[in-house]
């Protein structure tokens, strides 16, 4: 059981260049979300998902593209690369028993733009 | 829109109590969190608790609520160096899918 995992762990890229975060649970959760850390702002969501087959936007969508490719998987992409999105990005899910919303992490991606 | 504040840096000498202080604005949380993230590492869930609640104790985490005050607190008795990290506090609204999280406070336990 390796909850939530992501890859690639670290990237660099170019600005203007394009690449796909990826993203998956072995829960069977139903939701899953993309935030992006940077420091002393702690976590903003970027988007998210409730179920298969839907996404919503979240506090910081601009820049970036979503899909919800299957109920394990959920990718992020960035479709032109700006250094403003160098960042750490996690993904979570959560199965939302009642209200509770327990989010799990996976372990990050460490994207550089330069 | 919803807010979570945080100090964000304490520092504890090994054995002492800390007691991380967050605040928020949204009247209609259901469910408030603690977080704790290593170096490297994703976020990890240490305890939380329902908005119905005054206190929650787990082991050596004391949470306290505030709802009047808008105020949560997470005590850490007996601090280790092993309890140095970031600690995050979120909260979750009604109606509210995701979270939102504070900027996260940097415990420092030094020996």
């Known amino acids: 059981n390796a909850g939530v995992t992501q890859t690639p762990k670290f990237q660099v890229l170019k600005t203007g260049q394009s690449m796909t975060l990826q993203c998956a649970q072995d829960m069977n959760h139903n939701s899953m979300y993309w935030y992006r850390q940077d420091p002393g702002m702690g976590l903003r969501l970027i988007y998210y998902s409730a179920s298969e087959g839907t996404t919503d936007k979240g506090e910081v969508p601009n820049g970036y593209n979503v899909s919800r490719l299957n109920k394990r998987e959920f990718s992020l992409r960035l479709e032109s690369a700006a250094p403003s999105q160098t960042s750490v990005y996690f993904c979570?899910?959560?199965?939302?028993?009642?209200?509770?919303?327990?989010?799990?992490f996976g372990p990050g991606t460490r994207l550089t733009v330069l | 829109g919803e807010d979570v504040e945080q100090s964000l840096f304490l520092s504890v000498r090994e054995g002492d109590s800390s007691v991380i202080n967050c605040t928020y604005t949204d009247s209609s949380s259901t469910y408030l969190y603690w977080y704790k993230q290593e170096p490297g590492a994703g976020l990890q869930l240490l305890t939380y608790?329902?908005?119905?609640?005054d206190m929650k104790q787990d082991q050596r985490l004391t949470v306290l609520l505030n709802k009047k005050d808008k105020h949560l607190s997470l005590r850490i008795a007996d601090t280790q160096t092993g309890d140095s990290a970031i600690y995050f506090c979120a909260e979750a609204g009604a109606g509210r899918r995701a979270l939102t999280f504070g900027s996260g406070t940097r415990l420092q336990v030094q020996p």
């Open positions: 608790i329902f908005s119905n609640m």
């Open positions: 979570a899910s959560s199965d939302l028993a009642g209200e509770h919303n327990e989010q799990f």
